[in-house]
């Protein structure tokens, strides 16, 4: 009895926490899917209410959450679709988290308020969901530095709010998408500021269409690509621009000859390419820093006269242009100059700096060309010249220091102690500008295109470091000290930076602090000084939290009232368990002696000795009060499903297990001893390739069944382009076939009595965290007793497309039947295709294409784009003939699905696979999506 209590009482204290939450339920609701998926959540988010007891990360207006911001935490696991029932969330930033992996959900395109989009330097993949367009008050989208494959959605176009779009560091291909009729582009995006689409794979010409004058673009950054064709004209048109950097495709054709237009230039980049032609005429880009267009096919020219006259150049890198002659001394003069490189050309003569050369000056590098001679002056270099290469150096046997290759791409610079002498510290702990020992938030600053080349001028660091000081100072963030070091140029011409920032007052950072300085570097709060240009940061995850987060100082400052407050709940509680036991106890009285015919399962609980209970195995009967709790009252926004049999609902039971609530509509034509026979049966399913069946509910006229929650959405959902953005290779369609085919084959041979489905097809095949495939809806089911294994005479119900035509001429239903629905559904994972599509019936398109001499059977044309074609599709014709078999005109030329199983096996075994080895674990998936679960009725 002493047990019983204690868990009525837990059961009350879960009812009132409830009714005092503070959390609007279905925001509850997607925030413990999180959880539940997500590996190194706070401590604190095992409170019940969210916004009440202030989790780590999530903000709240008036009971809804608005803002997750979670980065650097080591989190794992991937996002799960019903991220979208936070209709409220305006800020969605996870960087930082490695361990993110999967796809974004297709229902992320549900949060109408989102703004803020950042996920920067996790690992998320697959392809960028078409969805997201439709984020229209979205204006930052940080996908930057992940593994995201596929095209740009054009649906980008339609995200007119927008102001930074960076998608750079990803694996993104194809073509750079424009409008044209009524598909939108990127060239819509007339208030965006920033495109950022590095380090990816894009491929194909810049549309002309891209660029216009009413852009407002200042940072246009597309390098490290596969792009052909030429510079198109319009770019002039787009006279807001600062940073070009288009270095590192396969350009070619003359530079526009209009590009001097471009007055508010700042950083060009366009080296690595094979532009031709004249060179371009810069006259007139009087804020041109940086200027790169090495590695080219330009015309053979004399030194460009046009470069003496722009004094704000810094950097000067002209390597392998077809140069001639000699260089000006002018050149040297600029002010502002520090790098000259211009290696690999033909520059001859003698060659003169002068003694007029700019004070910045760090390197001239004239290696590989036909200079005969250098004038010596008496006056101090500061800078490095080198000449190797040169006839003045090879021909003549020069020692001069000027005849050794030297080259300075890093410094050794680290920001010094604030008049202090550095503590030392234990091996995990480093010793702050302020000599305090203490666990610091590091990570990596990464600047595109920075303005200055002289990586050694302490002033630019010095610079950097108080701006960011003044930037954390400003949020009144707990930050003693930070310093900056290593500063080196990367293979991409990007200037790298070691950042780390201390703790105030202690030796470590609250999860609070750390996310403000996460928010910070990842949404752009921070601007750094100009001459650093655009930026991005990676963090490191962030492993020594001080514990004093919010949650916990709370507890700290308010310890004495939780023991007042224990201490009087107490009492409360028990006073209202005697309460509450007395009409507990009336009630199941009354309700005992008012069963009727109508409801024949309200005495299960009460009645255990009855002859006419169900025989169940594992399934537990709910109360219609506690479906209609754990449903949210089956509110729309937990629905999931629907269709000629009712609804499906997304519910939480009290122990946070996610649930699918399948209710039928009232005046169901499903009667309760038919209900009653399927409640038997699914309760006697269990297979880890089959949907379990938790409970079922049958009162008030009501007909309720629960299932497992499946996160992953069906396989139909999966094959359908940008739906769940889960990508679907050979391997893993081999897996899903095999999951479905041991599923079914367990309910035709292991089942006793056998089960036949009647209704397979690729809405009933549901993917759960792992991509495991479960047989699902068991609705329209039969038993075949062993007298009956032959077949079972039956009205003809199934799915047309899918359907069995020896069962619907003959309606007699065998094991047979699904043997064939399997048989079909294996041609739609090949080829993406509904079985009947606009008047084409799959089997027939499959059976006429076949030829078995040729490569694929000659299905190249039929088969899924999406499949990478080649060898890597092991086993596939094998895995065609299966399928074939299946679809045999009669059931006795079928195999059953034991010898499927086995086939399927055997084929995976030929693609290098192991069919005993779960599908895909939840911490290494790289193309993982999720979305909401889908259930078809």
């Known amino acids: 009895m002493g047990t019983r209590n204690q868990a009525f009482l837990l059961v009350v204290f879960f009812q009132i926490s409830l009714i005092a939450s503070q959390t609007h339920n279905g925001d509850f609701i997607a925030l413990k899917s999180l959880k539940d998926a997500w590996h190194n959540t706070p401590p604190g988010w095992g409170q019940i209410d969210p916004c009440g007891e202030n989790w780590e990360g999530i903000t709240c207006t008036k009971s809804r959450v608005t803002f997750i911001t979670l980065s650097s935490m080591g989190l794992e696991g991937q996002l799960t679709g019903d991220i979208s029932t936070l209709s409220e969330l305006q800020t969605l930033d996870l960087s930082y988290n490695k361990g993110l992996t999967g796809s974004l959900p297709s229902s992320i395109g549900d949060l109408k308020k989102l703004t803020n989009l950042i996920l920067v330097g996790c690992s998320f993949s697959g392809h960028i969901p078409e969805s997201i367009g439709s984020l229209q008050q979205l204006v930052f989208l940080s996908l930057n530095s992940n593994r995201f494959s596929g095209t740009i959605p054009p649906t980008i176009g339609n995200l007119t709010n927008l102001y930074w779009l960076d998608l750079a560091d990803n694996q993104l291909e194809g073509p750079i998408p424009f409008s044209k009729g009524t598909t939108p582009g990127l060239d819509m995006l007339v208030h965006a500021k920033h495109f950022h689409f590095g380090k990816n794979k894009l491929s194909g010409p810049i549309p002309p269409q891209l660029f216009s004058s009413n852009m407002a673009l200042i940072h246009v950054l597309f390098d490290s690509n596969q792009l052909t064709g030429s510079i198109p004209s319009t770019l002039v048109l787009v006279q807001t621009l600062e940073v070009l950097r288009f270095d590192r495709n396969s350009l070619s054709g003359s530079v526009p000859s209009n590009f001097n237009n471009l007055t508010s230039l700042h950083e060009l980049f366009l080296s690595n390419n094979k532009l031709s032609g004249p060179m371009p005429n810069l006259t007139g880009l009087n804020y041109l820093n940086s200027l790169d267009l090495s590695n080219n096919s330009f015309d053979t020219s004399d030194v460009p006269s046009w470069l003496s006259t722009i004094e704000s150049l810094t950097t000067l890198m002209m390597e392998d242009c077809r140069i001639q002659g000699e260089v000006p001394g002018s050149l040297f003069s600029l002010p502002n100059l520090q790098t000259v490189v211009l290696r690999r050309n033909l520059l001859n003569g003698t060659l003169d700096i002068g003694t007029g050369f700019s004070d910045q000056l760090q390197l001239i590098d004239f290696q590989n060309n036909f200079i005969s001679a250098f004038t010596q002056r008496p006056v101090l270099y500061n800078f490095e010249l080198i000449l190797v290469g040169n006839p003045v150096c090879e021909e003549t046997g020069q020692t001069e220091k000027y005849c050794t290759a030297f080259e300075a791409n890093s410094s050794s610079y680290m920001t010094p102690p604030n008049n202090c002498i550095p503590a030392p510290c234990s091996a995990d702990q480093v010793s702050s500008p302020n000599c305090q020992c203490a666990f610091p938030y590091t990570g990596t600053l990464f600047f595109r295109a920075p303005s200055f080349s002289n990586l050694g001028n302490k002033t630019y660091y010095v610079t950097l470091r108080q701006s960011l000081i003044d930037s954390i100072q400003l949020h009144q963030l707990a930050v003693d000290s930070v310093s900056l070091g290593n500063p080196r140029k990367n293979q991409f011409d990007y200037l790298e930076l070691t950042l780390e920032l201390f703790p105030s007052g202690q030796d470590s950072f609250n999860r609070t602090v750390v996310f403000e300085i996460g928010f910070i570097l990842s949404n752009q709060t921070f601007k750094p000084p100009a001459l650093f240009g655009p930026f991005y940061f990676i963090a490191d995850t962030y492993k020594h939290f001080s514990g004093e987060s919010l949650g916990s100082q709370k507890s700290t400052s308010i310890g004495i009232g939780i023991v007042i407050g224990a201490v009087v709940g107490g009492v409360v509680l028990l006073l209202l368990f005697l309460l509450f036991t007395g009409i507990y106890a009336h009630c199941r009285k009354k309700r005992a002696e008012s069963a009727t015919e109508q409801n024949p399962f309200a005495n299960w609980e009460l009645s255990k000795s009855s002859g006419s209970i169900p025989q169940l195995k594992g399934a537990r009967f709910f109360s219609f009060i506690e479906v209609k709790k754990y449903a949210n009252n089956f509110l729309e926004a937990n629905e999931i499903g629907t269709g000629g049999y009712g609804k499906v609902y997304r519910g939480t039971l009290p122990d946070g297990q996610l649930i699918a609530i399948k209710r039928a509509e009232r005046g169901s034509t499903q009667g309760g001893l038919e209900f009653k026979t399927e409640i038997e049966l699914l309760s006697r399913v269990h297979h880890k390739n089959v949907v379990n069946l938790i409970g079922f509910c049958f009162e ?176 596939l014709e094998k895995f065609v003939d299966l399928a074939m078999n299946c679809v045999q005109e009669l059931g006795v030329d079928r195999p059953t699905m034991g010898e499927v199983v086995k086939v399927i096996e055997n084929i995976m075994h030929l693609a290098g696979l192991n069919p005993n080895v779960e599908s895909t674990s939840t911490s290494d998936q790289t193309s993982k999506g999720i979305s909401f679960g889908s259930y078809d009725l």
Request: proline residues 2%.
């Open 700 to 875: 008030r006229g009501e007909q309720m069944l629960i299932y497992e929650y499946i996160t992953n959405g069906n396989l139909r959902d999966c094959l359908s382009v940008g739906k769940t953005g889960i990508n679907l290779d050979w391997m893993r369609r081999l897996k899903l076939a095999l999951g479905a085919a041991r599923g079914l084959a367990y309910l035709h041979e292991l089942a006793c009595p056998s089960i036949i489905h009647r209704d397979i097809k690729s809405t009933n095949i549901l993917l759960d965290e792992h991509l495991n495939a479960k047989v699902a809806d068991f609705g329209l089911s039969k038993l075949a007793s062993d007298g009956e294994k032959a077949h079972v005479s039956t009205q003809v119900k199934g799915t047309m497309g899918y359907l069995d035509p020896e069962y619907y001429m003959t309606q007699q239903l065998t094991e047979k039947s699904d043997v064939y629905s399997f048989g079909v559904l294996m041609l739609e994972l090949i080829t993406a295709r509904r079985p009947l599509e606009q008047g084409k019936y799959i089997v027939r398109v499959v059976r006429v294409a076949m030829d078995r001499t040729k490569e694929l059977y000659n299905l190249h044309e039929i088969l899924d784009q999406t499949l990478e074609l080649g060898p890597k599709l092991k086993g």
